[in-house]
């Protein structure tokens, strides 16, 4: 079933088809910029690109294939589209894209691949990166420890799917008005002392209301009874009268509920320990990968670095923000699916630069190691500006226009992107050095 983290999927997917080709037309420019013929350049480019779009996309096809193993429902939707995605982009960047330029170049097109204003832009730079690791360690690891304390102190606002629970959303009578603090008092009465978690959707007068009452009671009837005391709180809400019955049918005009869902309080246990196995074999087959790929265990833990450093700042944003931003940051199923796609864009980012990394090392045997990785992190960087900007664009329109369902998982990516990106070349490289 296309779930909201199967669509996740198809957005990373997406993110990775743009790096692919983006890598691959990087490094033809290159060549070109060594004065190279179009057709030796484009030769050239697809062969020293192979080694780094391969490297990226096998460690997220392997996290991907120990998802759709340990996950469950949508982490394994998500790990399903994301593993045909990343084999579909890497045919037709490495294949297809290859026979339309090369088709392209023999019927005599001009074919370009910049304008005078990009020729060299970003490719003269000179930063010291790694130098910089001490002042960017000390600013990653005081907000992680705020994040951290941040956790202990306000927690998280978990969504049904980790703690178990019934989850409504009740569209009210346009003619009733409904003051949220009320509803609450009227339904915690309703559910027995039970304080549900009620916010308001971007529909207008339509509620989201989760509520753990009952779910640990087995038997037949317990579900009718929930729709039941819900009835009885919503029912006190002045403006319009309307029957159990109505309150329940979808065609109904005034009050009624529109959509549901109910995880068990098993069922949401079983989501955590599949969501850990998950995130721990992921991360496992990664650092052995590299290890493999790169025969330096720095690199591994390099990699592993970035990634518990996004992980634990996104998670520190949700753990901060909830409440205080207009929009739900419940830590559900899509939040999950959101981590993971951070997981993989940002692991996707740290290979494409330690590929460069280890060409250079081969090359520049007069260079010192902080020297090589500084300029293994200016040469991709142009690769690195392009894809996150254009992974961006896809990211805000999701936040911007994906409706309230998705708004928290869409700023998940757009912190994540962000992060991922600074992680790479402050937080993984360094660590290598």
């Known amino acids: 079933v296309l779930t909201l983290p199967g669509i996740a999927g198809l957005v990373l997917t997406m993110g990775i088809a743009v790096d692919i080709n983006v890598v691959i037309y990087e490094r033809i420019r290159e060549e070109l910029r060594m004065g190279k013929t179009i057709v030796h350049s484009i030769q050239e480019g697809f062969k020293h690109s192979l080694s780094a779009v391969i490297d990226a996309n096998v460690t997220t096809l392997l996290s991907s294939m120990v998802m759709a193993y340990f996950g469950l429902g949508p982490i394994k939707g998500f790990a399903v589209v994301l593993i045909i995605g990343i084999l579909f982009s890497m045919i037709t960047a490495i294949l297809i894209t290859r026979f339309l330029i090369d088709w392209m170049v023999k019927r005599g097109m001009d074919v370009k691949f910049w304008i005078p204003a990009t020729k060299n832009a970003l490719t003269n730079i000179h930063i010291d990166w790694v130098g910089m690791r001490k002042v960017t360690y000390a600013i990653s690891c005081g907000f992680i420890l705020i994040g951290i304390i941040s956790y202990f102190s306000r927690g998280f606002e978990l969504g049904v799917d980790f703690k178990g629970g019934y989850s409504y959303n009740v569209s009210f009578d346009q003619n009733t008005k409904v003051n949220i603090d009320d509803l609450r008092k009227n339904l915690t009465t309703a559910f027995e002392g039970a304080v549900p978690v009620v916010k308001q959707v971007d529909v207008a007068n339509t509620f989201n209301i989760t509520t753990s009452y009952m779910i640990d009671k087995g038997g037949e009837g317990v579900d009718e009874k929930v729709v039941e005391k819900l009835y009885n709180g919503i029912s006190k809400i002045g403006g319009s009268s309307f029957t159990l019955e109505q309150f329940k049918s979808t065609d109904f005009s005034g009050t009624k509920i529109i959509s549901s869902s109910k995880v068990g309080a098993t069922v949401a246990d079983d989501i955590s320990r599949s969501s850990f196995k998950a995130a721990f074999f992921a991360l496992l087959l990664i650092f052995l990968y590299i290890l493999f790929r790169f025969s330096r265990w720095q690199y591994s833990m390099g990699a592993i670095a970035a990634l518990f450093h996004d992980s634990l700042f996104v998670l520190g944003v949700f753990s901060l923000l909830h409440g205080i931003l207009p929009f739900s940051l419940e830590v559900d199923q899509a939040f999950i699916a959101a981590l993971l796609t951070i997981i993989g864009y940002s692991n996707n980012d740290t290979v494409i630069v330690f590929d460069r990394m280890r ?35 896809v990211v805000l329109i999701l936040f911007l226009f994906g409706g309230s369902s998705i708004r928290g998982f869409a700023f998940a990516l757009v912190v994540g992107i962000i992060v991922g990106t600074y992680s790479s070349i402050f937080i993984a490289a360094p660590v290598v050095y």
């Open 359 to 393: 060409e250079f090392l081969h090359i520049h045997k007069d260079k010192t190691e902080k020297e090589i990785i500084n300029m293994a992190i200016n040469s991709t960087l142009s690769r690195t500006v392009i894809t996150s900007l254009l992974t961006m664009v």
